[in-house]
């Protein structure tokens, strides 16, 4: 028999219980769309949160007490005794290690910044004056934070765009005092807006110089020294050179890691690549619920159509093509509900990419392969059961049927 | 040309043993027209299920053409109700979804032949039987006579030797009824085997040869006993004539 003349016998079979047949093919179009929906989703978070930390600048290196395996997170491990990272190891590195072009030590916190009758509880970040480079801050008014390791401990601040508005409210706030803490500040410039990073509005920061922000915090550590390298194949000697230098003051110990923003990136895509995949796991889940709901349609079908089962065999029908007849017509559904998926996937990607155009919402091409794939399978497979069904019906009780 | 000896086929059912057939010794030459009469329960289903290779005997020997059918894989009788064998029945069954055409054509779609070739036959088939200009017609807009019509189309579509109808009017008012029966007759007698099984006397007594049964048994063959010739041959309504 041609195989077009069975597809379009099985076809013209499906127009014959329209309304089940569409219900059981958007069951697979919602197990498909959803795959594609959400493989979108995790890949679009991927995309996004790899370009947001790309924004950070690229040579960078932050330096972290405690050693990890991982980025971020608890710095107790299994070497003991973590020592805090210190002015001098930051101000130790910028001396013994050159290829270092900025080294800023960071000590950052909360605290509440007045002046006069308005208040805001700020996060206020000590550092020097190579930060400014480091993190792309360019100053609309004023200066950034002065040079040297004698201005180290000088009560001076510089302020974020938005600070500026919320504390003075249109005045210029360069020249005046400010209450940070228990302190006062003399505001020495206020920086060009930056946007949001990581979600955090970098303007509604206050920075000041490292020291005076350790006494600030009342912390004799640093939460963490960033620096930078002048080209990217700089970044592994120098991560070398730095965790040398501080094993060295550390007493022998290694006990800081070097985070890269390509150790970074690289987790988080790892991460985020393992959430995509569990979506598209949990999505698959809807899909075979759907090949549950084409087999329910097709044993209706086929104990529906018992009578003509019995004419095709009178008529010369073999047992193969019965099955083959069964099996095309669960393919032809399930496909057919995987291409509308995937219809309803690429249009509602699209619907959230004009909805949130910051949001990069693309179906990856594997996912989207993969669901037609599965469901192209899901059809022959959930329909096996039916079609065997079929052939095997004895032709004699199924022509008195009906 | 049909042989069968010692025909028995016994249904299991419920630990109980119903003998459908027993000892059937029959013969059909080749353009006979023989009807199968009898009450229901007598086995004549059974058997016109036996001669279309729908189901085998328990035991004995049904040879069509020669071949030893109870041997054969089902594949091979699959070829053999496709090829050799036509079927009409008393409800039709006609697949309600498909034109009188497609319907016609659907032995032929699957045994393979061509699409042209199809066309063809089929229209010829449909001329025969009288409803070629009906053939974009589904079997739900066709009375039932024409139904029937269809249904012999589709039975003759593929050139077999034999023909078996099982209460071929059984749904029909008497004017299709009679219609049908001389679309019937007409096929045996361009050279068609035509087996009717019937509990209507006045139909199963137009047939050459008949056959009467009862428990499963052939009580009656008018081939056996000199006495009975052929049935009474009424004047028939003329054909169609399309």
Request: net charge neutral; hydrophobic share 45%; with cysteine.
């Amino acid at each position: 028999m041609n195989p077009a003349d069975l597809v379009r016998f099985s076809a013209e079979a499906l127009t014959g219980h329209r309304l089940r047949a569409g219900l059981s093919l958007l069951g697979v179009a919602i197990g498909v769309s959803s795959v594609i929906l959400l493989t979108s989703l995790g890949e679009g978070a991927r995309v996004y949160v790899t370009g947001e930390f790309s924004s950070l600048g690229t040579n960078l290196l932050i330096i972290e007490p405690g050693r990890n395996e991982t980025t971020g997170g608890s710095t107790i491990g299994g070497t003991g005794v973590t020592r805090d990272l210190t002015l001098e190891d930051a101000l130790s590195l910028r001396r013994r290690v050159p290829r270092l072009r900025f080294v800023a030590p960071i000590a950052a916190g909360q605290v509440s910044a007045r002046y006069g009758e308005r208040e805001r509880v700020v996060i206020v970040v000590g550092t020097t004056a190579d930060y400014a480079p480091l993190r792309g801050v360019h100053m609309r008014s004023g200066r950034y934070l002065p040079k040297g390791e004698t201005a180290l401990g000088q009560r001076v601040c510089v302020l974020g765009p938005k600070l500026e508005q919320a504390l003075f409210a249109g005045e210029n706030a360069v020249g005046k005092l400010v209450r940070l803490g228990d302190e006062r500040f003399r505001v020495v410039g206020v920086w060009s807006p930056r946007g949001v990073s990581l979600g955090r509005d970098f303007d509604e920061n206050a920075h000041v110089p490292v020291a005076a922000g350790m006494r600030m915090f009342d912390s004799s550590g640093l939460s963490e020294i960033d620096a930078d390298v002048t080209s990217h194949d700089q970044i592994e000697p120098a991560r070398t050179a730095v965790l040398a230098v501080l094993k060295e003051r550390h007493e022998g110990v290694e006990d800081a890691t070097v985070v890269t923003q390509g150790s970074i990136v690289g987790s988080l895509t790892r991460i985020l690549a393992i959430l995509t995949a569990a979506l598209a796991g949990i999505a698959a889940v809807s899909l075979s619920v759907a090949g549950i709901g084409i087999m329910n349609v097709m044993l209706v079908s086929v104990s529906e159509r018992t009578g003509e089962v019995g004419l095709l065999k009178a008529l010369g029908v073999t047992r193969a093509q019965v099955v083959a007849a069964f099996l095309v017509e669960a393919a032809i559904l399930s496909t057919a509900g995987g291409m509308v998926g995937a219809g309803f996937g690429y249009a509602g990607a699209r619907a959230v990419q004009t909805l949130y155009p910051a949001f990069p919402m693309f179906p990856p091409d594997w996912a989207v392969a993969l669901a037609l794939l599965v469901s192209v399978s899901v059809g022959l497979v959930f329909g096996v059961l039916p079609a065997w069904r079929a052939s095997r019906l004895d032709p004699v009780a199924a022509l008195s049927r009906r | 040309m049909i042989q069968l000896s010692s025909v028995r086929r016994v249904f299991e059912l419920g630990g109980h043993s119903v003998h459908a057939l027993r000892e059937i010794d029959l013969e059909v030459p080749a353009g006979e027209y023989l009807s199968v009469m009898g009450p229901s329960g007598s086995g004549k289903s059974t058997l016109l299920n036996i001669l279309g290779c729908l189901d085998r005997p328990t035991a004995g020997s049904y040879r069509l053409d020669g071949d030893e059918v109870g041997r054969l894989d089902e594949t091979v009788l699959s070829h053999i109700r496709g090829h050799r064998i036509g079927f009409v029945f008393q409800s039709f069954h006609l697949v309600p979804r498909l034109t009188a055409f497609a319907n016609v054509e659907l032995p032929m779609v699957f045994a393979g032949v061509a699409r042209g070739e199809r066309a063809e036959r089929v229209e010829r088939a449909l001329r025969a039987v009288g409803l070629l200009e009906r053939a974009d017609h589904r079997p739900a807009q066709l009375s039932g006579g024409e139904r029937q019509r269809v249904a012999i189309a589709r039975a003759v579509v593929m050139g077999p030797k034999v023909l078996l109808a099982d209460e071929p009017t059984g749904n029909l008012d008497s004017v299709s009824g009679g219609e049908v029966i001389a679309l019937l007759e007409r096929m045996n007698a361009e050279g068609l085997t035509l087996i009717v099984v019937t509990h209507d006397l006045a139909l199963g007594s137009r047939a050459r040869r008949h056959v009467r049964m009862a428990d499963g048994a052939v009580i009656e063959d008018s081939a056996r006993s000199r006495g009975a010739g052929p049935g009474p041959r009424a004047s028939l309504p003329s054909g169609d004539g399309a």
